[in-house]
């Protein structure tokens, strides 16, 4: 049985249809702005949406390169990437930023090596076990 719920958070109403599984759990379907919102106080005044942002560049496919993939240890988004394709890392260092249930994770090099790929771009989610980046050799 699929339920509607208009949710309204920070002044912005989304419907939410809800589909029952069982006697306490439900699972969200679909999550989408209201066309039309509902008025706030201040309604004179309008502010401009957000557009998502755009990646600068697609990420490389894990199944084209070569080489020991290092994975996510936990479904996330992806903060910021600091490695790319050929540069060398030492055991330890930073590769990139995964946010998890609020807390910024370090995922850093488990060895010296050169990245001979990078799977994730700033922005991107995961889940446990996706390939992050590849180590050559």
Do not use: C, R, W
Not at 29 to 52: I, R
Request: net charge negative; proline share 9%.
């Amino acid at each position: 049985m699929m339920k509607k719920y208009k949710i309204t958070v920070e002044g912005k109403t989304y419907e939410v249809e809800v589909e029952e599984m069982g006697a306490s759990a439900a699972t969200p379907l679909a999550v989408a702005p209201l066309a039309a919102a509902a008025p706030a106080p201040d309604a004179g005044k309008t502010e401009p949406v957000p557009k998502p942002e755009t990646p600068k560049s697609a990420a490389v496919s894990p199944d084209s390169i070569a080489g020991e993939k290092l994975p996510a240890p936990m479904p996330g988004t992806i903060l910021s990437v600091s490695v790319s394709a050929g540069q060398s890392v030492t055991k330890g260092q930073v590769l990139l930023v995964l946010e998890a249930m609020k807390m910024e994770n370090e995922i850093v090099a488990h060895k010296d090596g050169v990245i001979s790929g990078v799977f994730v771009q700033k922005g991107s989610s995961v889940n446990a076990g996706d390939p992050l980046v590849a180590f050559a050799g």
